[in-house]
């Protein structure tokens, strides 16, 4: 059975900077793109950031480039994204997603992911 487990979500202030860990099981964890999703309260999932297997070659939307970065541990079979200069619009349920597809400009796709984890809030105070 796959899982995606996310977690680090909760209560941060802005400025603030958490990383959240997503471990994976059940599938070839190597051979999988990462992607990282968010949704904010009342708005679509929207895509973050995306990190390709082999060449971990990572690619950011634009709402988070320069803010956040996201990494992968082939061996611990996670991956992680790191988030720093938050604010309340980054306010969500992130979710980590892998798929067989390879990222590209501009970022992770929804439609081209494989798996999904639940999830986990994150909450941004001013």
């Known amino acids: 059975e796959v899982q995606l487990q996310a977690s680090g979500g909760g209560l941060v202030h802005a400025g603030e900077s958490p990383r959240l860990p997503c471990v994976l099981s059940g599938l070839d964890f190597d051979h999988y793109a990462i992607g990282w999703f968010r949704q904010a309260p009342g708005k679509e999932r929207e895509g973050a950031a995306c990190i390709n297997s082999g060449d971990s070659n990572a690619y950011y939307m634009d709402s988070v480039k320069g803010r956040f970065t996201i990494s992968r541990d082939n061996a611990k079979g996670t991956t992680y994204l790191q988030m720093s200069n938050l604010n309340p619009e980054d306010t969500g349920v992130y979710y980590c997603?892998?798929?067989?597809?390879?990222?590209?400009?501009?970022?992770?796709?929804?439609?081209?992911?494989?798996?999904w984890g639940e999830g986990t809030l994150v909450t941004v105070s001013s």
């Open positions: 997603a892998a798929a067989r597809w390879s990222c590209r400009t501009p970022g992770p796709r929804f439609d081209k992911m494989d798996y």
